[in-house]
């Protein structure tokens, strides 16, 4: 009875954490941007490996507030003005390397150097995944929103190890199947959108999501200095 009891309990705590990790990913911000334009961009497999770095980033933090490691979230907490600034520079950076991103015309009567064409200009996920965990990491008050939405379910009852680890697991599958199901259908729109280019370039529409894509990071970057300055 008791194993039974234990096993529904610890059920229950992984129901919270993918409702937790949902609720997180789920308000678009510029990590949502920059998946959206990713996967407009390159593919479904672009957009993908952008959600699950997000995805990894707000797990580590969910550990770190789960398992109540105080003096490293006072750290990082500490560090958040530096790495506030880092982020956004390099989201900044990121946006305005899209809006001068070349545009160039695929050969429509030569499949192959349309495809070699494709992947020279298409990022890997050695470069996409450990980028957005860096860039989601670069935002430490996550950590406070993790202690208190967990104050909130624990109610002051410490969770067992098990059910801890459950939990932040839980967390990094919820936000995980938010940023597939964003980039499965952000990919069916970029299918229809691009219709007849399966390449995605040196279309007018193409330099369009470029302008548009990047001035919102760039924005975004700006928005996050202002708050800081403020």
Do not use: K
Request: aromatic share 6%.
């Amino acid at each position: 009875m008791d194993t039974g009891i234990a096993a529904g309990e610890l059920w229950g705590v992984v129901g919270r954490g993918l409702v937790i990790g949902l609720v997180v990913a789920v308000p678009v911000g510029p990590i949502g941007m920059l998946c959206i334009m990713r996967t407009l961009r390159f593919g479904w497999g672009a957009g993908l490996a952008t959600g699950l770095g997000a995805a990894t980033a707000d797990a580590t933090y969910a550990a770190i507030a789960a398992f109540g490691l105080a003096t490293l979230t006072s750290a990082l907490v500490s560090l958040q003005t530096p790495l506030t600034i880092a982020g956004s520079l390099a989201l900044a950076i990121i946006g305005i390397r899209t809006i001068r991103a070349p545009v160039v015309a695929a050969p429509a009567a030569d499949e192959a150097l349309s495809h070699a064409a494709q992947q020279t200009e298409r990022p890997s996920w050695r470069s996409l995944y450990p980028g957005t965990i860096a860039l989601t990491l670069a935002n430490p008050a996550t950590i406070l929103t993790f202690i208190g939405i967990f104050a909130g379910i624990t109610s002051g009852t410490a969770y067992a190890p098990l059910a801890t680890a459950g939990l932040v697991s839980a967390v990094f599958a919820g936000s995980a199947l938010w940023w597939l199901v964003l980039s499965g259908l952000v990919s069916a729109v970029r299918r229809r959108w691009l219709a007849g280019d399966d390449a995605g370039l040196g279309t007018p529409r193409m330099r369009l999501l470029n302008a548009l894509s990047g001035g919102v990071l760039v924005a975004f970057a700006l928005l996050a200095a202002i708050r800081l300055l403020a």
